[in-house]
């Protein structure tokens, strides 16, 4: 299960938003490993992507003037590795500054569980227990099987003497 932190908007005319409340899911963000700068783009995240795209531009330029490209790629990776795990924190921090409230975390299976269990409680989240299923514990008589005389020995598909 993951943990989703709930993020309410500010009040409006002094009435909830609800529609406009957000779920973070909290940890590794796998686009913004490969595609960091667009990510943080599309996020809005306006200075996290100048910072990024600024320093992968530098660490490129400094890796191909001292001939040293394959170490500037090492380092580009780790810093997307740093901004995939970073993002969805910087995510929180830029909605905080827009006045967004943090509300709840909540750990759910995904964001629509997540919904569910924020807006309608706790009751949904609870998963009921399992009712094991009724056992006859009455043991059938046994009756003996009819006896077959043993021919030939057989171990698998095909017999000793080639038989099916």
């Not at 043991?139 to 099987?145: D, F, K, L, Q």
């Amino acid at each position: 299960m993951a943990s989703y932190i709930v993020l309410i908007p500010p009040l409006q005319d002094n009435q909830r938003q609800d529609d406009r409340t957000v779920f973070i899911r909290d940890g590794f963000a796998l686009i913004a490993f490969f595609l960091p700068v667009p990510w943080l783009l599309f996020n809005r995240l306006w200075f996290e992507a100048a910072l990024v795209f600024a320093a992968v531009a530098a660490i490129s330029i400094v890796g191909s003037y001292t001939g040293h490209a394959s170490l500037a790629e090492i380092v580009a990776a780790l810093l997307a590795l740093l901004v995939a795990f970073e993002a969805n924190n910087w995510r929180i921090s830029a909605l905080e500054r827009r006045g967004f409230d943090q509300a709840a975390i909540i750990d759910a299976r995904s964001a629509a569980d997540a919904e569910t269990i924020y807006f309608h409680g706790d009751a949904f989240a609870a998963d009921p227990d399992p009712v094991p299923p009724a056992i006859d514990l009455v043991m059938p008589s046994a009756v003996p099987a009819p006896k077959k005389p043993a021919v030939g020995g057989m171990l698998g598909l095909v017999g000793y003497r080639g038989e099916r």
